[in-house]
């Protein structure tokens, strides 16, 4: 008998995490450290929501159906800004606001591939990404990283069969914090254009990218969306996560295919949550500076504190946009380590077991922390509880 769609894949991970603080107690001194997830706890400034609940008492459309690609002035205001970070020329036909970038992902997953197909992903891996590609009857082929956490396109291309449909991209990278020089971005594209592949670039976590200018020239290639599949999400810059408003970039043909995937599910994206990006992008420029610039400076603590933690056996990995992810020094697994250091250190992150396929020994000496949520001293505390870890 054929499993079904949902029992191909493991538990979600986030969700996983939680259910072992089950019966723990923190002491009021010592509260828990929760890096486990990449998504801001703070709600959005002031004058956004106050935007958003004057678009809901006074608009009748936030409370209707709008358009399945999404609002035509959001699209059209995303395409502009698109154009101008990277220096290309994106029309507002290609494109389109999903409920969250990981539906984004998964709506051009549909559109471009078939039961038995392939996608390849650099390990470790976005889980959802994995999840997903499971559900769909898609094989996710592993692309093992290097030094650095970075991807080889000569390894790349050792992969493809003739049933690759897409490589998928992830950068700055979640798990790995890792920012992709252009010319690696570049390099994937060409091999993705020889060989009739769609490239996918998430770049969630775009606005913390720690370089200045466009990360990569993509948008300035003749024809790029026959070859580029670019994801993005207002749930990080503007604080929407429960929002639920993404957007990918690509050809109008392909996202024609993607509308029909999408009237399905959603049928269109929430209007309050497309509003309040809207009204984001056209008056909280400098606000999302400001946010840039602080998670910039907790990264840097990052760096300053990872000394302390190599003089103990850690070693730091990746580092960028939310995340660090580091090898452990102890003789057991990511995944038994995770748990305890729940109630042994008071902190809750990720164990490299999820993000890695399964078996994968470099997984069970890898942890992904989640420090977009810490301040300073926040970080000097996560950093004083794990060096004084005795397994």
């Known amino acids: ?26 002491p009021a001194d010592r509260p828990l450290i929760n890096v486990s997830q990449a998504a801001p706890v703070d709600p959005p400034p002031q004058a956004l929501r106050q935007a958003m609940a004057d678009f ?12 399945v690609l999404g609002n035509p002035d959001l699209r059209a205001e995303l395409a502009d800004q698109i154009s101008r970070h990277y220096g290309g020329t994106v029309r507002p036909e290609q494109v389109a606001i999903t409920s969250g970038c990981n539906q984004a992902f998964a709506a051009a997953i549909s559109a471009i591939t078939g039961e038995g197909d392939e996608v390849m992903l650099p390990t470790p891996w976005y889980f959802n990404h994995k999840m997903w590609l499971d559900m769909a009857g898609v094989r996710a082929v592993p692309l093992a990283t290097g030094p650095g956490l970075l991807p080889d396109v000569d390894a790349a291309r050792a ?10 991209l992830v950068t700055p990278n979640n798990p790995g914090g890792v920012e992709y020089p252009a010319d690696l971005v570049g390099a994937f ?34 024809d790029w969306d026959q070859t580029l599949v670019h994801l993005y999400s207002f749930s990080k810059a503007y604080r929407l996560t429960g929002h639920r408003v993404g957007a990918l970039a690509s050809h109008p043909d392909l996202l024609a295919e993607i509308e029909k995937f999408l009237d399905t599910v959603a049928i269109c994206p929430g209007q309050i949550g497309q509003h309040a990006a809207l009204w984001g992008m056209q008056n909280l420029g400098q606000w999302v500076a400001g946010e840039r610039d602080e998670i910039l ?3 840097a603590a990052i760096e300053d504190g990872m000394p302390a933690l190599e003089a103990k056996g850690w070693k730091l990995l990746g580092l960028g946009a939310y ?50 949520n810490l301040d300073r001293a926040g970080i000097g505390q996560l950093f004083d509880r794990l060096s004084t870890v005795r397994i």
């Open 297 to 299: 400076d907790r990264r």
């Open 159 to 168: 992969l493809i069969t003739p049933r690759t449909r897409a490589i998928a």
């Open 189 to 222: 594209y060409d091999l993705a254009v020889e060989h009739g592949l769609r490239l996918m670039v998430d770049e969630t976590y775009r606005d913390f990218d720690s370089r200045s200018g466009a990360p990569h020239d993509l948008f300035t290639r003749p």
């Open 323 to 372: 995340f660090a992810y580091v090898e452990h020094p102890f003789d057991i697994s990511s995944d038994e380590l995770a748990k305890r250091l729940v109630s042994e250190a008071g902190v809750l992150l990720l164990p490299g077991t999820m993000f890695m396929p399964e078996g994968d020994p470099a997984g069970a000496r890898q942890l992904r922390i989640a420090f977009a």
């Open 1 to 26: 008998m054929t499993l079904p769609r949902t029992a191909t894949t493991f538990a979600p991970p986030v969700m996983e995490a939680r259910r072992w603080l089950d019966g723990v107690v923190f």
């Open 56 to 67: 809901a008492l006074t608009e009748d459309s936030a409370h209707l159906y709008g358009p």
